[in-house]
């Protein structure tokens, strides 16, 4: 069975501050992960793909198969960084994602 | 449309009632997804469609859910006799490509309340 696991509902840190938002999963075979973001009153955005390997807005994130983490982080947190952060997981032959309950993360001036 | 556009963003259902969601995909999106959030959790998955094909019903919760989307590019979820238990949020989402790995667009959502 695909398990996406965000052990943290909130995290809040002060503006500058390193941010590491958890992310661990349970899934047999290679998976893809993601992180997903909402801003307030905003609707629910891709923020990036382990396949790509991408830097969005700061925010990076290796996938770790031998911990089976997905963990996302950024070495200065700014305000505008607060949010709701989905870790997100898609089985290598299907097409739904099995989400995490979600971490806020609360940047504080 | 420039986005993934739902209607309608509230709904107050009572007990019993039946209740139609609709969902517009961004044009040519190949893929639609319908998800229940429930408050404080995460998205889970309902349904798939692939153009007019329904792929994988397997997060439907019961056989009071059903979706359509019978021209391949607008969706109906309905619920019928609903019950308390699906109060949520549903989330729309379309992609261009088959696979989700390259992301989805997400509706910002109907949330529906039964009472």
């Known amino acids: 069975a695909q398990r996406v696991t965000q052990p943290e509902k909130l995290l809040s840190v002060f503006k500058g501050a390193p941010v590491e938002l958890k992310c661990n999963y349970s899934?047999?075979?290679?998976?893809?992960l993601f992180w997903y973001v909402q801003y307030s009153r905003q609707r629910l955005q891709l923020l990036l793909r382990h396949i790509s390997r991408e830097s969005i807005k700061g925010f990076t994130a290796d996938l770790n198969k031998g911990e089976t983490s997905f963990h996302l982080k950024k070495p200065f947190a700014q305000e505008e960084d607060s949010a709701m952060y989905y870790c997100?997981?898609?089985?290598?032959?299907?097409?739904?994602?099995?989400f995490g309950a979600g971490t806020i993360l609360r940047v504080k001036s | 449309g420039a986005g993934v556009s739902q209607s309608p963003r509230y709904k107050v259902a009572k007990r019993g009632q039946d209740v139609a969601l609709r969902c517009d995909p961004i044009s040519g999106h190949v893929s639609l997804f319908w998800y229940q959030q429930a408050l404080g959790q995460g998205p889970e998955f309902l349904t798939y469609?692939?153009?007019?094909?329904?792929?994988?019903k397997s997060g439907l919760p019961s056989d009071r859910f059903f979706a359509e989307r019978p021209e391949g590019s607008v969706s109906t979820l309905k619920i019928q006799r609903t019950q308390q238990e699906d109060s949520a949020v549903y989330l729309c989402?379309?992609?261009?490509?088959?696979?989700?790995?390259?992301?989805?667009?997400f509706g910002s959502g109907t949330r529906l309340t039964v009472v």
């Open positions: 899934y047999s075979g290679s998976p893809e």
């Open positions: 997100a997981l898609s089985g290598e032959y299907g097409n739904k994602l099995v």
């Open positions: 989402a379309s992609s261009l490509m088959l696979r989700s790995n390259y992301g989805y667009t």
């Open positions: 469609f692939q153009n007019e094909a329904q792929l994988d």
